[in-house]
């Protein structure tokens, strides 16, 4: 066997090779991290954002500041985010209207899909279908009946187009093949105050918005949009039960940071938010707004994001939607 020998050079460049530090990612987080909500205060995006950032801020040992970036339905921050540097100091909580933008707005100066790297969803919240009492329907059979008996009589309200509340009723327009009046406002709550006085006839609406009318008897419940029925409203058939079958939507938010950001640094802010779910403050929080914690790997939200952007885009396409 040949003997491979190293002379005093030799040796002297492997004691000071082996002396060296490891090479070690920097330390994360290094700084305060930067929480972009797209909208404006006071609203859900905004509501379950500050919930979920005070608790990351224990769990990363940094604080979270919440920065506030309303502007073009929520392209804005979202553009600030996705032009970021991808070190995980910049993070954004988004919700459905990330995969509706994709489609509804041209010329987005961002790639939902590539620009964006996943964390995880955060949580779903179910949506219910509300007619005014007056109304003669009491299950959604019964309202679809009087739909197609009055093509285009019954007005429903939204918070505007590419909002929640108008797809999700285009969505059921598109499969049961009903035809419906959209009578948009800027807000869902102006138009639940139509839909009490009797200028309406029908709004999905989300279960934080519903919850306070429905106790009051202003306005009647007939479906929940999820797959499975709410555990706040356990009484309330799915739309699926209601006849209206493989109908399923919810209003979902989710965490991303800017594609690019080390795996690393994503675990890490993964298993964070499963934390801050898991705790027993936030599912409390979460539980007044109507809201189911929702934990997910980057893997499925990613996974489930390009299921929502195909699945909307078709919705924008087949109604004509367009951007106020």
Same mark, same amino acid.
């Given at each position: 066997?040949?003997?491979?020998?190293?002379?005093?050079?030799?040796?002297?460049?492997?004691?000071?090779?082996?002396?060296?530090p490891?090479?070690?990612?920097p330390?994360? !987080?290094a700084?305060?991290?930067?929480?972009?909500?797209?909208? !404006?205060?006071?609203g859900?995006?905004?509501?379950?954002?500050?919930?979920?950032?005070? +608790?990351?801020g @224990?769990?990363?040992?940094?604080?979270?500041?919440?920065?506030?970036?309303?502007?073009?339905?929520?392209?804005?921050?979202?553009?600030t985010?996705? +032009?970021?540097?991808p070190?995980?100091?910049t993070?954004?909580?988004?919700?459905?209207?990330?995969?509706?933008?994709?489609?509804?707005?041209?010329?987005?100066?961002?790639?939902?899909?590539?620009?964006?790297?996943?964390?995880?969803?955060?949580?779903?919240q179910?949506?219910?279908?509300?007619?005014?009492?007056?109304v003669?329907?009491?299950?959604?059979? @019964?309202?679809?009946?009087?739909?197609?008996?009055?093509?285009?009589?019954?007005?429903?309200?939204?918070?505007?187009?590419?909002?929640? =509340?108008h797809?999700?009723?285009e969505?059921?327009?598109?499969?049961?093949?009903?035809?419906?009046?959209?009578?948009?406002?800027?807000?869902?709550?102006?138009?639940?105050?139509?839909?009490?006085?009797?200028?309406?006839?029908?709004?999905?609406?989300?279960?934080? =918005?519903?919850?306070?009318?429905?106790k009051?008897?202003?306005?009647? !419940?007939?479906?929940v949009?999820?797959?499975q029925?709410?555990?706040?409203?356990?009484?309330? !058939?799915?739309?699926?039960?209601?006849?209206?079958?493989?109908?399923?939507?919810?209003?979902?938010?989710?965490?991303?940071?800017?594609?690019?950001?080390p795996?690393s640094?994503?675990?890490?802010?993964?298993?964070?938010?499963?934390?801050?779910?898991?705790?027993?403050?936030? +599912?409390?929080?979460?539980g007044?707004?109507?809201l189911?914690?929702?934990?997910?790997?980057?893997?499925?939200?990613?996974?489930?994001?390009?299921t929502?952007?195909? +699945?909307w885009?078709?919705?924008?396409?087949a109604s004509?939607?367009?951007?106020?």
């Amino acid at each position: 066997m040949r003997r491979i020998t190293c002379g005093n050079a030799c040796f002297a460049a492997f004691v000071a090779f082996t002396a060296l530090p490891a090479l070690a990612q920097p330390a994360y !987080p290094a700084r305060p991290i930067r929480f972009i909500v797209p909208f !404006p205060p006071g609203g859900g995006n905004d509501i379950v954002g500050r919930i979920v950032a005070v +608790k990351l801020g @224990e769990g990363l040992g940094q604080q979270v500041v919440v920065d506030n970036r309303g502007g073009a339905g929520g392209t804005l921050g979202t553009d600030t985010t996705a +032009k970021a540097a991808p070190d995980g100091h910049t993070l954004l909580i988004n919700n459905i209207s990330l995969a509706v933008n994709h489609t509804l707005i041209p010329r987005l100066p961002y790639d939902t899909l590539r620009d964006l790297a996943p964390v995880s969803l955060i949580g779903r919240q179910a949506n219910i279908v509300v007619v005014h009492p007056a109304v003669a329907a009491k299950s959604v059979n @019964e309202l679809l009946a009087l739909a197609r008996a009055k093509p285009g009589q019954i007005n429903y309200g939204s918070g505007g187009i590419g909002t929640a =509340s108008h797809l999700a009723t285009e969505l059921l327009k598109l499969m049961t093949r009903t035809e419906m009046a959209h009578v948009p406002y800027k807000g869902l709550g102006p138009a639940l105050t139509d839909l009490i006085g009797g200028r309406l006839q029908i709004i999905i609406s989300t279960m934080a =918005s519903a919850l306070p009318q429905i106790k009051a008897e202003r306005l009647r !419940p007939l479906a929940v949009t999820t797959a499975q029925r709410s555990q706040f409203f356990p009484q309330i !058939p799915t739309m699926d039960e209601a006849g209206v079958k493989g109908y399923e939507f919810s209003t979902w938010y989710g965490l991303l940071v800017a594609a690019g950001t080390p795996r690393s640094i994503v675990a890490r802010l993964n298993s964070e938010t499963a934390r801050a779910l898991d705790s027993m403050l936030v +599912k409390e929080q979460f539980g007044t707004q109507g809201l189911e914690a929702t934990h997910s790997t980057p893997e499925a939200f990613g996974a489930y994001l390009r299921t929502e952007v195909a +699945k909307w885009g078709k919705v924008i396409v087949a109604s004509g939607a367009k951007p106020e």
